[in-house]
Structure formats: structure tokens, C-alpha cells
């Protein structure tokens, strides 16, 4: 974990709880973390589960690898410990959006076991659940894949520090969810995810309607 630098600094409690939050939503906070190679598939699990979570009434948010790295970590790269702090800095964002009450999907390859360990370890001591959800995909089929021609950058020698080509990558050996994109189809995979969270007390499925009024109230606030 990292080291705390900053000295004199103490965490500020509000009047209004965790488990308050958990109350307005209806719902529990907690990060749903995809891990998997490039093309695997996570990205595109993230963005149908999320729709599926919005249809009954759920509250979630997509942290997307490209997306952060186009905003609060565009000052990383892919070195080691780039990718180490680019893990580290996610997993607090994330860690944030559980104590708000909201489901954090997580996209990132983050290779390095021991860096999504750091992230586990980092919400187990905040009480916050932390879902692994290894999305596996051989490499023969992410390179055919290869929706944004990251691979055959790769092997031309284009891309250094490439997961699955010239970096590793280091599989979980103990997710709670085990998806085979290979092998699956994307509507298969959301409703196991759907199927762990409801069985796991975070969600309780419910169809969302909005109502005349409901339109109406956001419209003139």
C-alpha cells in the first residue's frame, strides 16, 4: 500500500452515514472489478451491464481504463509502476464511489495480482465490497479481436510494455466471478454478474419506471 505523505491531516466524518446513503439508493456500494487482457471483452460487459443495472433501478458508474487515463491519471503511462500507481489511484476512486452507495464497474487490465490485491485489501478495511470478475480470453482470440489494433502495433514493435505480448499478465486464481468471453455470450455474462449481485444482498431487482411527474420534477429544478 502506499505511504501516507501528507502529515496533520485527519478523515472528517459527516452526520450522514454510509449505510444512509445505502437507503436513498436502495442499494449497496461496491466495486465490480474486470480484469482481463486487452480485447477481452471488459469494457464491453461494463457498458451492457451498466444498461441492465439502469433497467431495474440501479445506480452504477463505469470507470473505464481509456477513460481515467484521459483524465485524472493522463500523467501515467505503462511503465510498471505507472500501471502500479494507475491501479492504486482507481482503487481509491472506486473505493469512494462504494462509500457513496454506488456500483463502481471497474475496467482495467491491471495485470499484476498484486496490485488488484492492494485494491481488495484497500475496500476490505473500508467494509466495502470488492467483486474480481476475470473476464478470460485466450490471447489467439483478443489479438483477432484486436478492436483498437493495440496487438499488431505490438508485434510491429510500435507499442512497448504490451500485456500479453512483451509485459505479463497474472490471472486471478480465486475471482468470484469467472467469465469465458470466448465462449459466452455478452447477455450470459451480465446476468451472472446480476445473478452474484443479487445473491449477495447488493442489489434487489426492481423495474425502474419513470413517471409523468418524475420528467416533470427534473425539468423545472
Known amino acids: ?21 445505502f437507503s436513498i439508493l436502495r442499494q449497496r456500494g461496491a466495486t465490480i472489478w474486470f480484469t482481463g487482457l486487452s480485447g477481452s471483452g471488459k469494457s464491453t460487459i461494463a457498458i451492457a451491464l451498466e444498461h441492465a443495472l439502469f433497467q431495474i433501478g440501479k445506480l452504477s458508474y463505469r470507470l ?7 483524465g485524472i491519471n493522463k500523467n501515467l503511462g505503462f511503465s510498471e509502476a505507472d500501471r502500479k500507481e494507475n491501479i492504486r489511484r482507481i482503487g481509491e476512486v472506486a473505493k469512494l464511489f462504494g462509500d457513496a452507495g454506488v456500483l463502481s464497474l471497474s475496467s482495467f487490465i491491471s495485470p499484476y495480482k498484486a496490485d488488484r490485491d492492494e485494491v481488495r485489501q ?11 470478475v476475470f473476464v478470460d480470453c485466450s490471447l489467439a482470440v483478443a489479438e483477432e479481436r484486436d478492436p483498437k489494433g493495440l496487438y499488431k502495433k505490438a508485434r510491429a514493435g510500435e507499442i512497448k510494455n504490451f500485456t500479453g505480448i512483451d509485459d505479463p499478465y497474472q490471472a486471478p486464481s480465486k475471482p468470484e466471478i469467472h467469465l469465458h468471453t470466448d465462449r459466452m455470450t455478452v447477455e450470459e455474462e451480465v446476468q451472472i454478474v446480476l445473478d452474484h449481485l443479487q445473491g449477495n444482498g447488493l442489489i434487489v431487482k426492481q423495474p425502474f419506471t419513470r413517471t409523468e411527474d418524475d420528467v416533470a420534477a427534473v425539468a423545472s429544478s
Open 1 to 21: 500500500m502506499a505511504n501516507q505523505k501528507a502529515t496533520n491531516v485527519t478523515w472528517q466524518d459527516g452526520e450522514i452515514s454510509r449505510e444512509d446513503r
Open 64 to 70: 473505464d481504463g481509456d477513460n481515467v487515463r484521459l
Open 122 to 132: 484497500l475496500h476490505d478495511q473500508a467494509g466495502l465490497d470488492f467483486i474480481e
